[in-house]
Nanobody
Framework: QVQLVESGGGLVQPGGSLLLSCAAS????????MAWYRQAPGRLRELVAG???????NYGDFVKGRFAISKDNAKNMLYLRMNSLKAEDTAVYYC???????????????WGRGTQVTVSS
């Protein structure tokens, strides 16, 4: 089992910045990749940014260079630096981890409970 706890959300003005953090605990040695997703009211959950154990990253098209995902393996922490925030970035942001559970590559997905980000003046 892997537990994920997000922090760092809040209210920020348009154009502002936030740093989201995700603390992973439990069987973190099985984790193959981690990511941030978000879900706004009435919309599907969407990928914001992902990072593999090797450090490769990918971002949702809407990010357009405004966000940066990073991780600290020694501390089992995942981060999302968000700059130039817009009202449409308002959503609950979720930390996600995918753990490989056997040699065939079967995996289990873990989710945190989310942290609210509200961008408003």
């Amino acid at each position: 089992q892997v537990q994920l706890v997000e922090s760092g959300g809040g209210l920020v003005q348009p154009g502002g910045s936030l740093l989201l953090s995700c603390a992973a605990s439990g069987k973190t040695f099985n984790i193959n990749s981690m990511a941030w997703y978000r879900q706004a009211p009435g919309r599907l959950r969407e990928l914001v940014a992902g990072i593999t154990t090797g450090g490769s990253t990918n971002y949702g098209d809407f990010v357009k260079g405004r966000f940066a995902i990073s991780k600290d393996n020694a501390k089992n922490m995942l981060y999302l630096r968000m700059n130039s925030l817009k009202a449409e970035d308002t959503a609950v942001y979720y930390c996600h981890a995918r753990a490989i559970v056997n040699v065939e590559g079967a995996h289990v997905d873990y989710w945190g409970r989310g942290t609210q980000v509200t961008v408003s003046s």
